[in-house]
């Protein structure tokens, strides 16, 4: 076994559980698999840790691995490592924390230099030490290998669809696919031809997109944005409050629920907003609305109901006797 590594220096600093999902599709299905990543606490108590010195970041489920870009939990998890703050970083498989080698180097340059561990399910690893550098390699390799021919069958798949001549690939709003082959029809929905109509034609008076906007605004016919950018925005600053509460040991009850609670309306309403807008077309699977809408659904019931959320504040917050 590789625990030998695992000294008193690094159990004076943190240990972190990196947890990710590449979809939110994977969130809600592969129960079992995320499962498997937060029981990694349980793996890093094993090697030494006291359970407060154990962080959980699981910021990126339901982001791809592919690329850092939009990984906020990524991000967080090497600027902690390069500052020496971390003694070992844990996740399931090295996959989970970068898919391809530009990121997974980083992350070992980082650990090497900061004296880190990386752990998996296979073993403890240090990245300074040529012989774990070496394995630590061939995983990345294999990772971003993996995401290389997944996505070359699905390339392959697509190419010889297009060669048949059956390729559809989606739409600009307004136009859908007939039934003959390669036909090209307008919108069936008059709400959505009529808007679009309205917008051009507008444009063609006044000249200018500004132009047309200011008449858009004024006719009352802009699709809803700000409203749903003012709720996305206030959710997500109540949602920063309460993760930077759980960061600094502070207690976040109140913020936490109240984060999940808004976040889950204002996202689930700004997909409904878009379902609506789309008309009838909002269910067709090459625009991706209905499952952007399916998902945001998900979220009003788990992991945990809006109606739960309300009794907590109620009963904790508010000091009201409980409603269950």
Same mark, same amino acid.
């Given at each position: ?9 690094h159990r ?11 979809t939110?599709?994977?969130v ?7 499962a498997r ?10 090697l ?6 154990v ?6 489920l ?5 690329s850092a ?8 998890l ?10 070992i970083?844990?996740s399931?498989?090295?996959? +989970?924390? =970068?898919?391809?080698?530009? $990121?997974?180097? @980083? ?6 230099m *900061? ?5 998996d ?46 390729l ?17 029809l ?8 009529g808007?679009i ?8 008076v ?7 906007w ?6 009352g016919?802009q ?9 996305l925005d206030?959710?997500e600053?109540?949602? +920063?409050k =309460?993760?930077?509460?759980? $960061?600094n040991g @502070? ?6 629920? *109240?984060a999940?609670?808004?976040c ?14 789309h008309?009838?077309m909002?269910?067709?699977e090459?625009y ?24 907590y ?9 409980r409603?269950?």
């Open positions: 076994m590789s625990e030998w590594k695992v000294t008193a220096s004076s600093r943190a240990a972190v559980i990196y947890v990710r999902q590449s939110l599709v994977q809600e299905r592969n129960r079992e698999s995320t990543q937060y029981d990694l606490v349980s793996r890093a108590r094993e030494g840790w006291p359970r407060s010195a962080t959980v970041i699981d910021a990126d339901g982001v791809s691995g592919a870009a939009g990984r906020s939990g990524f991000a967080q090497a600027t902690q490592v390069g500052m020496g703050q971390v003694g970083v844990l399931l498989e090295c996959s +989970r924390l =970068a898919r391809n080698n530009a $990121d997974w180097y @980083r992350l070992l340059e980082l650990a090497g *900061t004296d880190t561990l990386i752990a399910a296979d073993g403890v690893y240090h990245p300074a030490l040529f012989d774990d550098r070496l394995v630590l390699g061939m995983k990345g390799t294999m990772s971003e290998m993996e995401l290389h021919i997944l996505r070359a069958r699905l390339d392959g798949g697509i190419r010889n669809k297009a060669a048949r001549g059956e559809r690939r989606g739409l600009p709003v307004g136009l859908v696919w007939g039934e003959a082959d390669g036909e090209i307008m919108h069936p929905d008059e709400a959505v031809t808007v109509a309205a917008i051009f034609g507008r444009f063609a006044c000249g200018s997109v500004r132009g047309t200011l008449w858009l605004r004024d006719q016919l699709f809803p944005l700000a409203d749903s950018l003012a709720r206030a959710a600053l109540t949602l +920063r =309460a993760t930077w509460l759980y $960061d @502070r207690p976040c009850g109140r913020e936490a629920n *109240t999940k609670y808004l889950a309306d204002a996202g689930f309403e700004a997909a409904d907003r878009a379902l609506q807008t008309g009838g909002g269910y067709a090459e991706h609305v209905a499952r952007y809408f399916r998902e945001a659904r998900l979220l009003k019931i788990a992991p945990l109901s809006q109606e739960m959320v309300l009794n504040l109620g009963s904790h917050v508010l000091g009201l006797p409603s269950y």
